[in-house]
């Protein structure tokens, strides 16, 4: 019954009508971060940076997007590494502000975003699952009712009343994904979490995931995996720098996709073979210097 | 599915922000909503201070009690200076100050290492530094043991009622501790260094507030520096400082007018912070 590799073979969902209640509903959204203050800016980086004057140092993330989720759908986000998906995300998460536009979101959200996200390593495994909780807003009785769940899907026995530091990647993978997979969403966010832990467990967590795909009323999934678009997605979007290139159905999407990809590849690989016949490596294609920015 | 959380199943999320009161309100609203987070990040803080030394907790009583030692040594011994009980005198202000400093620096990096948590869920980040700050609080509380101690065992004398006043003193401090705190968290998630400058600018604080000496003998000391002497006139710590040895020390009532001044001016400073903070927080998550 465990089954391992690849996405179970089941029809694609269908399109769904249009009338649906909508669960996500996002207009002329623009997300711009500031460049001048980064991770290790220090008092003594910004007043460099106030004699510079440097002018350009705001970049858009995300601009002009506009989509919508209505119940029953499940919208695939692909698009080249830096593209905005995940910061598309964070968005729908409410973690990160519009800087410009509105973002309506109707019904709870659980992010997948949250493995295992600032475990306490000094306190145990059951603080850990508590304090989670609290963090992701759930109260008291809903804690008390799923921790045991919490404590089964993990299933790293004895541990769970010892510290976190104590514990292997494995076992703090499995209890990151317990508890970020503990309550079923109604909207559910998912970033590429689906391969965890040993063999076992990654069949067993994507079946959860599966689980949590069918029960949620909309999903919004960011993903590499190609066939996991064309096979759980009913719609799709291809972001580029930030902006909708394509939308619509996700086997047509995904392959302006990989055309894209193709195009640009082989543009890279000219660049570079023009950098190496002027015998320099300096000239690197422009996505490099961005690569710091998008997360 | 019924979950009765705490947090809203429905928002909407835009450039906007609302306005002053607005933000208040909402922080108020977040800190009162998220008391169990709270109460947990408290929890585990004062559990891992207990744990990660040798002698644990027991810190909280020796730490004032050496710091007071090293003073003494150096303005009664060395400089012949001070006044009677002078050690008792030291340690009512040690105390405050130590609860004062270990806030701060507790406080200060409470937002920027919880860098995964701002940049993964969506949470009020302000129980951050609130939870620093009330853990703080414990820091305080174990200091009171050692001074009743060195009342009783040496200072029975000087036990008056007045000891009773401590909690409302403190109360009055706590409110500035909030403030502080919570302005530099969130300094400190764009500015790294702003831990390194806090600790050299609380020494220099320490050293101009009449902790070791009395607001008159600090005055006249200061009598060349005109600069200084205003500073003095503004510094909450004065005051402060003068209340913790007026109930601890002299079993007198402190000054309740300057006591109240600064209690008003903590609560406008907290709240001039809060807003400055609900007004960076939207951008923690994109700097983290």
């Known amino acids: 019954m465990v089954?391992?590799?690849g996405p179970p073979a089941e029809a694609a969902p269908?399109?769904?009508?249009s009338d649906a209640p909508v669960a996500i509903e996002v207009r002329d959204l623009g997300v711009q971060y500031s460049l001048r203050f980064t991770k290790k800016t220090t008092l003594n980086r910004s007043f460099i940076n106030l004699f510079r004057r440097e002018p350009a140092d705001a970049f858009w993330a995300l601009r002009d997007v506009t989509f919508r989720v209505v119940h029953g759908e499940s919208l695939a986000v692909i698009g080249p590494n830096g593209a905005g998906k995940s910061t598309l995300l964070q968005v729908l998460a409410g973690i990160i502000t519009p800087s410009e536009g509105v973002v309506d979101v109707d019904g709870r959200i659980s992010s997948l975003l949250t493995l295992g996200a600032g475990f306490d390593q000094d306190l145990s495994g059951r603080d850990n699952i508590r304090l989670a909780g609290a963090f992701m807003g759930l109260d008291a009785a809903t804690m008390r009712r799923i921790t045991p769940t919490i404590v089964e899907f993990a299933d790293i026995g004895p541990f769970i009343d010892a510290p976190i530091k104590t514990y292997s990647s494995g076992m703090r993978a499995r209890l990151g994904f317990a508890i970020a997979t503990a309550v079923d969403p109604d909207?559910?966010?998912?970033?590429?979490?689906?391969?965890?832990?040993d063999e076992t467990f990654r069949a067993k967590s994507k079946q959860r995931v599966l689980e949590l795909v069918r029960s949620a009323k909309g999903v919004v999934l960011v993903t590499h995996d190609m066939n996991w678009v064309t096979e759980f997605c009913n719609r799709a979007i291809l972001l580029e720098k930030?902006?909708?290139i394509a939308e619509g159905d996700p086997i047509e999407v995904v392959a302006i996709h990989r055309e894209h990809s193709e195009r640009s590849k082989a543009e890279r690989q000219a660049a570079l073979d023009r950098a190496m016949q002027e015998g320099g490596v300096s000239s690197l294609p422009p996505d490099a210097a961005r690569s710091g920015v998008g997360r | 599915m019924d979950l009765t959380a705490e947090a809203p199943t429905h928002f909407r999320s835009t450039g906007d922000r609302p306005g002053i009161v607005g933000l208040l309100r909402e922080a108020v609203v977040e800190v009162l909503s998220r008391r169990r987070l709270i109460r947990y990040?408290?929890?585990a803080d004062l559990q891992?201070?207990?744990?990660?030394?040798?002698?644990?907790?027991?810190?909280?009583?020796?730490?004032p009690l050496l710091q007071m030692l090293i003073y003494w040594i150096l303005v009664s011994v060395i400089f012949q200076r001070g006044g009677p009980d002078y050690p008792l005198f030291l340690f009512s202000a040690i105390l405050p100050w130590k609860w004062f400093a270990s806030s701060i620096s507790d406080g200060i990096t409470s937002v920027s290492s919880a860098e995964r948590l701002v940049r993964q869920i969506q949470f009020p980040k302000l129980v951050l530094p609130v939870a620093a700050v009330v853990a703080g609080i414990a820091n305080f509380a174990f200091g009171l043991i050692p001074l009743f101690a060195l009342m009783l065992l040496f200072y029975r004398d000087r036990i008056e009622v007045t000891l009773l006043l401590i909690p409302v003193v403190a109360a009055v401090q706590l409110?500035?501790?909030?403030?502080?705190?919570v302005l530099l968290s969130a300094l400190n998630v764009f500015y790294r260094d702003i831990g390194n400058l806090a600790r050299h600018v609380l020494r220099l604080w320490f050293y101009l507030s009449p902790a070791l000496f009395t607001l008159e003998q600090l005055t006249h000391a200061t009598r060349e520096f005109p600069i200084i002497q205003k500073l003095l006139l503004l510094n909450p710590w004065a005051t402060l400082f003068a209340a913790y040895h007026a109930v601890i020390y002299e079993g007198v009532l402190p000054d309740w007018v300057a006591l109240i001044q600064v209690?008003?001016?903590?609560?406008?400073?907290?709240?001039?912070?809060?807003?400055?903070?609900?007004r960076l927080e939207p951008t923690f998550a994109k700097v983290l």
């Open chain 1, 3 to 5: 089954e391992l590799e």
């Open chain 1, 14 to 17: 269908a399109p769904v009508r």
């Open chain 1, 187 to 197: 909207i559910l966010l998912l970033d590429e979490v689906l391969a965890t832990g």
């Open chain 1, 242 to 244: 930030g902006r909708i």
């Open chain 2, 41 to 43: 990040l408290v929890q």
């Open chain 2, 48 to 63: 891992k201070k207990g744990t990660d030394t040798l002698l644990g907790n027991l810190w909280w009583v020796i730490d």
């Open chain 2, 175 to 181: 409110v500035f501790n909030m403030g502080m705190t």
């Open chain 2, 263 to 278: 209690l008003i001016g903590a609560i406008v400073f907290l709240a001039f912070t809060t807003i400055v903070f609900k």
